[in-house]
């Protein structure tokens, strides 16, 4: 069996609920094997603690300039569809970053002048001595973006006789599309709180529509999950089980503990859930949910007001990890730097708009690339295309016989648009057609102008969804004379996070002191300085374990960074999410405070960067307080 555990945002205790049930498995004398595939920020390893004695590169065709067969003739940038090629005065750049190693600028230079050849985006690293289970994982190299081609690498290590349960990363974009491909059954972790719900649908949506099982666990239950339960009941999705929330939970998660070591009664209730899990394959699935978009309505929206601002600053918020309270910390710094314009850049699982209620000004399509259809009756089966593709998204369709041979047909969630499959097709019979891939708003806040979007199911441009995001923010600073931006970004280290923090003026780091918290700072820091941004951080629930608070501000330090607030653990935040609002505006209480300190800390560092007294980020090598078991 094959058991994708997922969810429609970080922080729902995925990775620790994954990790754990591998282990109480194991612990039965099952055969399992866990594989981390939220390659951009793996975190399994923290808990699992293995010895690799084995590890491989992962690697992509990327384009290589013969500037001697150059002509500069442009067709190569041209036919690009990611803007990963430029030609200036006769020299072709190229920005790997961009880059999806689809093969089409080859393909299509008159004079062979670009050829493929293959570049590490990432490591793939497996123990399989380790005891009890069998481990793997994938790392993604910083500043890269293909991290399905890593997931993908990771799952080859799936054994087809054992349990295979496969932590996937958060949200509802490739990655995790590539890391369910395949699955018997996807377990979708949530929490009963607004977030948790919102998250929920997306990815009840995501996995229905790939025609997979799916069941739902509640984490940090309380007693009260109707806000879940009543959804899960109304799509016809079941709850397979629900873990309670303790705070002792936490603290032995903060230090890296196994949970079930420390918590026994906690193996009954894996083993009940997994009970549900196999009881799902071969289920007739309920149909698709569908996500009710967000409705103009300007008659509703006053006139925007005018500032007296000459230029604006960028702030972007961002997370190692989700479930860190980026979110929650933006709304509350939205609420303190009254009146700003808000980008939320989390288009794969956007959150702020449960916490700012924005009033639709604007509603816009977004299309996001294209894509391709085969014609089935002028296909010839010589499966050219098939051969050509970088992205294994052509399949042979049918059975075919001695009148009708076999013909190809392109899957909808692994084509990435490239256009190759078009290009080399001998009878011209594949179709490129541009699909919409999202949605994109501007609003009105009580706090400012707010642009903001919602990536589709499984949609592929993110990255390029976030920049329409920000630059639309950017107009409406200049439109209405404002001087700051604040973006809440996307968590993790990939295509969409290098969309958030390019060219930003300033990254705030939201973390926990936490094992997972620590390793992913690290990683994160690392993104920001590849890109050149100055960061600072602020430490959430910083109270739940203070040896790794402190670790945190060594290692900020250490990256010519700080430490700019430290948020205690506070039962008013969640009643704030509950009710839909920001911390600062709910009631007075430590985290409120702590927030508001962590502002005017942030103000002074936007005035320094202004002044030029700010010191630059650093470069980007791991911190030496960064032991080896966190990188």
Known sequence: MIVTVASGKGGTGKTTFAVNLAY??????????LLDCDVEEPNDHLFVKPVFSEQCDVTVPKPVWDAAACTGCGACAAACRYNALAVVKGKVLIFNELCHSCGVCSEVCPEQALHEQPVAIGKVRSA????????ADGLLTIGESLAPNVVDAVKSHADPEAINLIDAAPGTACPVVKALTGADVAVLLTEPTPFGLNDLKLAVAMTLQMGIPTGIVINRSSGKDEIIADYAEAVGVPILGR??????????????????EHHGELQAILLAIYENIQALPGTVLPP????????????????????????FREVTIISGKGGTGKTTVAAAFAALAKPVVLADNDVDAADLHLLLTPRVREAHPYVGGMRATIDPDTCIGCGECAAACHFGAIHLAGQG???????????????????????????????NDPVVTGQWYVSATDWGPMAHA?????????GRLVTQVRNRAAELATEERRGRILGDGP???????????????????VTEPTVSGVHDLGRVLDLVAHFGVPARVIINKVDINAEQAARIGRIAGSRGSKVIGRIPFDPCVNDALVAGKTIVDYAPGPAAEAVRKAWEEMCA???????????????HGLAQEQSADEQ
Request: net charge negative; hydrophobic share 40%; aromatic share 6%.
């Open 491 to 509: 968590p993790g280290t990939g295509c969409p996070v290098i969309a958030s923090i390019s060219g930003t003026d300033l990254v705030v780091i």
């Open 288 to 311: 698709v949910p569908a996500i009710a978009d967000f409705l103009a309505d300007a008659a509703l929206v006053p006139e925007p007001s005018q500032g007296s601002a000459t230029g």
């Open 128 to 135: 399989p001595g380790h005891q009890p289970l069998f481990f």
């Open 454 to 462: 919602r990536l589709g199911i499984a949609a592929e441009n993110s």
């Open 401 to 431: 016989n001695a009148l009708i041979p076999q013909t190809w047909q392109i899957d909808p969630f692994g084509c990435e648009g490239c256009g190759l499959c078009a290009l080399v097709c001998p009878v011209d019979n594949i179709r």
């Open 243 to 260: 873990i309670p929330f303790e705070r002792r939970y936490a603290e032995t998660y903060a230090s890296g503990g196994i949970l079930v």
């Open 605 to 619: 560092v936007l005035s320094g960067l202004a002044d030029g007294s700010a010191p630059p980020p650093s470069g």
């Open 24 to 33: 109480v498995l194991a612990s039965q004398g099952e055969s399992v094997r």
